[in-house]
């Protein structure tokens, strides 16, 4: 018997990235075939220019890569460009960058509910309330960016990262700058709010305390001569 529509989405890589090459004038960086499935949580280790923001960045659709494919939930990423592209990104893709970037002259509220906005999405207060809820945001929601703690502002976007329920969770070095106490809270910020949206989770990081809580781990090298472009 065919599997069913949700039986065939559980069995479609969450990632699927093959033969990837990001050329860098006669440099590159060379990536790994590597498959991500469904609430599987990944660790990207690997030295300073071994490519880890390069892959994430590309994982999203915010590069395109010189040679190879990605294809996220069966998507190829190529096959779009443009406003598809930035509405699939949005539906399916949360991605909680080194520095929060929330938009300075929106509340905490509206910060997130733009999340919802630019992925083509109707507006839903009841979801944006209970994602800064589970976040400990609840009554920082008609705050500033400027208002916020460094640790309220990460934690700000992670909720913007989720508000969207998506499949794929990214995060780049979150825990670069951090103590080692708001290191393992946002580590478990993490882990546990990809587990509960049932989203799988990559993080990219250089950073040695975090390698014990990932059981998959993707170990990148370094950047070789770049072959000649086709």
Same mark, same amino acid.
């Given at each position: 018997?065919?599997?069913?529509?949700?039986?065939?989405?559980?069995?479609? +890589?969450?990632?699927?990235? !093959?033969?990837?090459?990001?050329?860098?004038?006669?440099?590159?960086?060379?990536?790994?075939?590597?498959?991500?499935?469904? !609430?599987?949580?990944?660790?990207? &280790?690997? +030295?300073?220019?071994?490519?880890?923001?390069?892959?994430?960045?590309?994982?999203?659709?915010?590069?395109?890569?010189?040679?190879?494919?990605?294809? &996220?939930?069966?998507?190829?990423?190529?096959?779009?460009?443009?406003?598809? #592209?930035?509405?699939?990104?949005?539906? /399916?893709?949360?991605?909680?960058?080194?520095?929060? /970037?929330?938009?300075?002259?929106?509340? #905490?509220?509206?910060?997130?509910?733009?999340?919802?906005?630019?992925?083509?999405? +109707?507006?839903?207060?009841? !979801?944006?309330?209970?994602?800064?809820?589970?976040?400990?945001?609840?009554?920082?929601?008609?705050?500033?960016?400027?208002?916020? =703690?460094?640790?309220?502002?990460?934690?700000?976007?992670?909720?913007?990262?989720?508000?969207?329920?998506?499949?794929?969770?990214?995060?780049?070095?979150?825990?670069?700058?951090?103590?080692?106490?708001?290191?393992?809270?946002? #580590?478990?910020?993490? #882990?546990?709010?990809?587990?509960?949206?049932?989203?799988?989770?990559?993080?990219?990081?250089?950073?040695?305390?975090?390698?014990?809580?990932? =059981?998959?781990?993707?170990?990148?090298?370094?950047?070789? =001569?770049?072959?000649?472009?086709?």
């Amino acid at each position: 018997m065919a599997p069913d529509r949700d039986e065939a989405a559980a069995m479609t +890589p969450v990632v699927d990235a !093959r033969a990837l090459l990001q050329r860098f004038g006669v440099l590159a960086l060379e990536f790994p075939d590597w498959h991500v499935s469904l !609430r599987e949580q990944w660790l990207v &280790i690997g +030295p300073s220019g071994s490519g880890k923001s390069t892959l994430l960045a590309l994982l999203a659709g915010l590069r395109r890569p010189s040679a190879g494919r990605v294809a &996220i939930g069966g998507q190829d990423l190529a096959a779009l460009s443009g406003a598809a #592209l930035d509405r699939f990104r949005g539906r /399916h893709i949360g991605f909680v960058p080194q520095q929060p /970037h929330l938009v300075a002259t929106l509340t #905490l509220r509206d910060n997130v509910e733009l999340a919802r906005y630019l992925a083509g999405l +109707p507006r839903d207060p009841a !979801r944006v309330a209970a994602v800064l809820a589970r976040l400990g945001l609840a009554g920082r929601a008609d705050h500033r960016p400027h208002q916020l =703690s460094r640790g309220e502002a990460q934690r700000a976007a992670v909720a913007r990262a989720l508000v969207n329920r998506p499949a794929l969770l990214l995060a780049d070095e979150p825990t670069a700058h951090l103590d080692d106490a708001a290191c393992a809270e946002t #580590l478990d910020l993490l #882990l546990h709010q990809a587990g509960e949206d049932g989203a799988a989770l990559v993080l990219a990081t250089h950073d040695g305390r975090v390698k014990a809580r990932f =059981s998959h781990r993707l170990a990148l090298g370094g950047v070789a =001569s770049a072959p000649p472009a086709p």
